[in-house]
């Protein structure tokens, strides 16, 4: 699985996750920008560069529009296109929402929405008008299933869902095919989150592997690959088949009576856009389009 010729953006690759991802995605061709807010992203340019690949540092928060502009303009004017972008920056601010405060919160939306809305819109007219492009969003299990004490964390891994759902949708007809990785590693934000004994076995570099699967030439579109350990596992978001029932006076009733058939994951199935939702209680109420002659 080659990456020759191809031009890779990787956020918050100073350490961790992103610099296992630059470095596999260099060792595979990519030419890679090592981004990152701190000098850490020169070393691990460097690293590439000594390894025989090439690579360019870029220092500098995802938070600022112009400084993604401009490091997305640099990586054009030295290589003509971008291919690939991973939005894996990030920091934590745990605590339960009772004690949080606000600007904590802002702060990580900021960070993992906002700095992943900066960067694909810095690169998305590139990538369509070279009909070509690949982008991972970095979600987490804390934004799909929810974990204590990261309110803020989880609210914006979850919004990246959303992101990634809607820009797969639109960047499809343009070749431009967009996913998204929950990872479980051993970075600087979870020590002190999990034991020791567990953070040996959860490399990042056990992770990098299902990042190169949604990078591919025949990579998926809007896919949720959960990795750990070694581990890979896919997340879905489906609905079920649910009930019908009157409405009236008495539906909020009929709603709790009815309440595990609705529930009921018999059958359920993963909708392709939201319309689908919409569309089945019509047709479950009686609706049918007309159709022209």
């Not at 890679?32 to 360019?56: K, L, M, P, T």
């Not at 987490?140 to 959303?162: C, E, H, I, R």
């Not at 004994?197 to 998926?220: F, I, N």
Request: hydrophobic share 45%; aromatic share 6%; charged share 20%.
């Amino acid at each position: 699985m080659r990456l020759d010729g191809r031009v890779a953006i990787v956020t918050g690759a100073g350490g961790g996750l992103g610099r296992s991802h630059a470095l596999l995605l260099a060792q595979r061709g990519a030419r890679v920008v090592v981004n990152d807010a701190g000098a850490a992203a020169e070393q691990v340019a460097a690293e590439i560069i000594a390894a025989g690949g090439e690579a360019s540092a870029a220092v500098g928060s995802v938070t600022d529009y112009e400084f993604v502009a401009g490091m997305t303009a640099d990586a054009m004017q030295r290589w003509g296109r971008v291919d690939i972008l991973v939005n894996n920056a990030g920091i934590l601010r745990d605590r339960t929402f009772a004690k949080m405060d606000l600007d904590d919160f802002r702060l990580v939306v900021e960070v993992h929405l906002m700095g992943a809305v900066n960067c694909t819109k810095a690169v998305w007219d590139t990538m369509r008008e070279q009909a070509w492009g690949r982008i991972v969003m970095t979600t987490s299990s804390s934004g799909l299933y929810g974990n204590f004490g990261q309110s803020n964390y989880g609210a914006a891994k979850m919004a990246l869902v959303g992101l990634m759902q809607t820009l797969g949708l639109e960047g499809e007809k343009y070749g431009i095919r967009v996913n998204c990785l929950a990872p479980t590693a051993a970075t600087q934000m979870m020590e002190g989150v999990l034991p020791a004994e567990m953070l040996r076995l959860l490399k990042p570099d056990h992770v990098s592997p299902g990042l190169l699967a949604l990078v591919r030439e025949d990579a998926p579109n809007r896919a949720i690959l959960c990795a750990g350990a070694g581990g890979f596992e896919a997340a879905r978001i489906s609905l079920t088949r649910g009930v019908q029932l009157a409405t009236g006076d008495g539906a909020p009733e009929a709603v709790a009576a009815q309440w595990a058939a609705i529930i009921d994951p018999a059958n359920d199935f993963v909708p392709d856009n939201a319309l689908r939702q919409s569309e089945m209680e019509l047709a479950r109420a009686g609706y049918a389009p007309e159709r022209s002659s």
